[in-house]
């Protein structure tokens, strides 16, 4: 008689997370057509992880314990502000004929944003040997004396850019090696003591602005021409080093590239009948 062998297997939600903030807004319509709006939002996320992928293999350090993971969301911004303003210019408003018809009732909707830089981890390559497993990734080891509000290079934006570390290599040391007789280990790295997602990586700013104007040509029909200007300035806002990693193998935490867009511009024309 055979005996039929089943297979069961079980996803249950075994990660959590948690998001608190204070949000404020501030709105006000002024005279002589000035409207001003301010967003401010005050928050913190704290997850173990923050993806849609399977837990297990997306955690760090010990893969078999949450806690472990535990930190900032990839997402968390401490700090946003977003303020807008749509303003009718009031220039040749009482002008006539050609000049009235060109150069009056244009509007203006300029549309600021500043945020805090969001959170990376730094990662030992050469850390969680002692474990062989294959897909861990461990965190780097904190030298003497650091942690992570002072493992940052120092200097501006500008200047840890262009030295290639957002991080103070000399921050950092191996990852440490297993105790003699730690059962279920071999002699090597074990894993880091920094925590997830510990470094916050550079702020962002950006200026955006509309200008637009409706010419009526008769009662029924009118042109609606629009200048879009995105990143006004061209001010680059620089991603977080992809990949960071220090020790004994070597690394860096450089950044190498930007996110959103350099200055972009577009013009439309839609006409209504």
Not at 21 to 45: N, P, V
Not at 47 to 52: E, G, H, L
Request: with cysteine; net charge neutral.
């Amino acid at each position: 008689m055979g005996i039929n062998a089943v297979d069961f297997e079980d996803f249950a939600p075994n990660s959590d997370s948690h998001y608190s903030a204070l949000q404020s807004t501030l709105a006000h319509r002024f005279s002589h057509g000035l409207y001003f709006q301010g967003a401010y939002t005050y928050s913190k996320s704290i997850d173990d992880v923050s993806t849609a992928s399977v837990a297990f293999v997306t955690r760090v350090n010990d893969q078999t314990d949450p806690r472990a993971s535990r930190g900032l969301s990839d997402f968390d911004r401490r700090h946003r502000f977003v303020a807008s303003s749509v303003y009718q210019l009031p220039f040749f408003s009482s002008s006539h004929g050609v000049a009235k018809a060109a150069l009056s009732g244009w509007e203006t909707s300029p549309v600021v944003t500043l945020q805090s830089g969001s959170p990376f981890t730094v990662f030992d390559p050469a850390g969680g040997a002692a474990y062989n497993l294959a897909s861990s990734s461990s965190t780097a080891e904190f030298a003497p004396g650091f942690n992570c509000a002072n493992a940052l290079s120092t200097g501006s934006i500008t200047s840890r850019v262009n030295n290639h570390n957002w991080v103070n290599p000399a921050a950092y040391t191996s990852d440490p090696l297993a105790p003699v007789g730690t059962p279920g280990t071999v002699e090597a790295s074990v894993y880091g003591n920094t925590p997830r997602n510990c470094i916050i990586g550079p702020h962002q700013r950006s200026l955006d602005l509309t200008m637009g104007k409706t010419f009526q040509l008769t009662e029924q029909q009118n042109l609606r021409f629009r200048a879009d200007f995105f990143n006004l300035f061209n001010h680059p806002s620089f991603a977080n080093p992809v990949p960071a990693v220090v020790g004994a193998s070597g690394g860096s935490a450089a950044v190498t590239s930007v996110v959103g867009t350099p200055r972009l511009i577009q013009f439309s024309l839609k006409y209504s009948f």
